[in-house]
């Protein structure tokens, strides 16, 4: 076993049981619940090493899954004995007190089936010892006869999938977009009250208030928040049932039904099965779709993190208009440098989503035939993406948007700078002199006001009435 996979875990580890597989015996490690399939996995895939195992949140999964497996399967027949030492197993791979017999990497099988098989035979050998029996014997439950009766890694996996990315999204995700959206409402709320220059193509526009500005990433937000509820209906089709091709082969009439009804109890989350299995096993539209949300949302944060970095820009040579928390030390060599480091680590997280949605509508086009197997990669993905930007949410949103700060002094000196508030004259001087006006006050370097005077358009009472900032953050109702 190498150690780059699996480090020497202290004396225990160098004691050894032997277990078999239909290739043979092979030496497992004596302190460990994982039997020939997972130590042979170990020595073929030794790619990546620990931190590219599979993700905790799949696991768990898949411990639902097995324990619902287990529920229906005593109603097909299965000894109860052997159905509750393997519920109670399955119970603590859900509570992640075994997560360290899961030694396996994403990079192995592209069915997951090492996995599947390494969840069997921990479940297995914990029941075992449960039921006071030898590490290592399959007997009273065996791996595959027992806890992976009516499955196949080609239903299990897809619908591990499912569950795992269900459950990040409803506990994790979703909650920690809803503070950060709140927060920036509240924020909206805070400067409604504060009219600054508007800035397309990165130059000067007309007038708007802070609020309006940030009433639009809060908007953002609910719209995210809303695709990826969006697609979750989706993801609670589970291909449990399927078995290795779609038929059902070797399961029970009605099985398929009675597994999501189990996992949706498991859960509190409203699984079913999948309508048609084919379509569950031979393709992840519904992972694909998924990731696709989080994208746009990546997209908006890239876009809401950016904006708040350049308006903080200073302090006194850059925009300076908001006053961004200072949390730690910049620089190493200029002192007294704060950095927006909250949104710089938004946007690298960003960037890791966009790149996480190449890999997966790459792994979910490559379906072959009856099934797809990128499996692996899609779900460490989803699972990588669904919790960087749900930690990356939560840091942004404690770290830097609720201590931001208006700099009304520096936001009123730019608008009233602004050449762009020519624009509430074209009602009554037409676009053609208006213009006029903000060339000649550009070229001379004056104010509008004395441009537009100089060219005999206006007075000065008459520009004060009509150039209202104030004035300028809507419709107008009527000119008089």
């Known amino acids: 076993m190498s150690s780059s996979i699996f480090p020497t875990l202290g004396p225990q580890a160098q004691k050894f049981r032997q277990e078999a597989d239909t290739f043979g015996d092979l030496q497992v490690p004596a302190d460990r619940y994982w039997g020939a399939q997972t130590q042979r996995s170990l020595q073929n895939f030794d790619i990546g090493g620990p931190t590219e195992r599979m993700p905790e949140p799949l696991i768990k999964a898949f411990g639902v899954l097995k324990r619902a497996a287990a529920q229906v399967n005593m109603t097909y027949g299965l000894d109860a004995k052997v159905g509750d030492a393997i519920v109670k197993a399955a119970d603590e791979v859900i509570e992640g007190k075994l997560l360290d017999h899961f030694p396996l990497v994403v990079w192995q ?51 591990a999938m499912h569950v795992a990315t269900a459950i990040e999204i409803n506990q994790r995700l979703i909650p920690a977009v809803t503070l950060l959206r709140d927060a920036i409402q509240a924020k909206s709320d805070e400067f409604k009250h ?28 609910t719209y995210g928040l809303e695709r990826v509820q969006g697609t979750l209906p989706r993801l609670y089709n589970l291909a449990q049932g399927g078995t290795a091709v779609g038929t059902g082969l070797n399961t029970r009439e009605g099985f398929d039904v009675k597994v999501a009804d189990a996992i949706s109890s498991i859960t509190k989350l409203p699984f079913k099965t999948a309508p048609n299995k084919f379509e569950a096993l031979a393709a992840h539209d519904a992972i694909v779709e998924a990731h696709g949300a989080l994208n746009v949302l990546a997209v908006s944060l890239m876009k809401i993190a950016n904006d708040i970095r350049f308006l903080g820009s200073g302090p006194r040579c850059g925009l300076g208009e908001l006053n961004l928390p200072e949390n730690e030390p ?93 624009t509430a004259l074209n009602p009554y001087i037409g676009y053609d002199n208006a ?37 300028m953050l809507g419709p107008t109702k009527s000119i008089q």
């Not at 098989?117 to 921990?122: P, R």
């Not at 050998?125 to 806890?147: F, T």
């Not at 220059?197 to 940030?214: K, N, S, V, Y």
């Open 109 to 159: 099988t592209g069915s997951g089936t090492q996995t599947n098989m390494n969840v069997n035979e921990v479940i297995s050998n914990r029941a075992i010892e449960l039921l006071g029996g030898e590490l290592g014997s399959k007997k009273p439950v065996h791996p595959n006869d027992h806890v992976n009766m009516s499955q196949s890694s080609n239903d299990t996996f897809p619908t």
């Open 435 to 471: 213009a006029k006006c903000a060339k000649k006050a550009h070229k001379e370097g004056t104010t509008l006001k004395e441009a537009a005077i100089s060219l005999g358009l206006l007075n000065e009472d008459q520009f004060k009435e009509w150039v209202r900032p104030e004035l």
């Open 194 to 221: 504060i009219i600054k220059i508007g800035r397309t193509h990165l130059q000067d526009a007309t007038p708007l208030t802070l609020g309006q500005e940030f009433s639009g990433y809060s908007q953002q937000l």
């Open 330 to 422: 910049g620089s190493s060599i200029m002192p007294g440098t704060v950095n927006p480091t909250q949104c710089e680590a938004m946007t690298i997280v960003c960037a890791q989503v966009m790149g996480n949605n190449t890999t997966i509508s790459v792994a979910g086009s490559n379906g072959h035939f009856e099934l797809n197997v990128f499996k692996p990669v899609m779900i460490k993905n989803m699972i990588q993406s669904i919790r960087l930007l749900s930690d990356a949410c939560v840091s942004f949103t404690k770290n830097c948007v609720v201590g931001i700060e208006a700099n009304e002094k520096k936001i009123n000196a730019i608008m009233n700078e602004s050449l762009m508030l020519v």
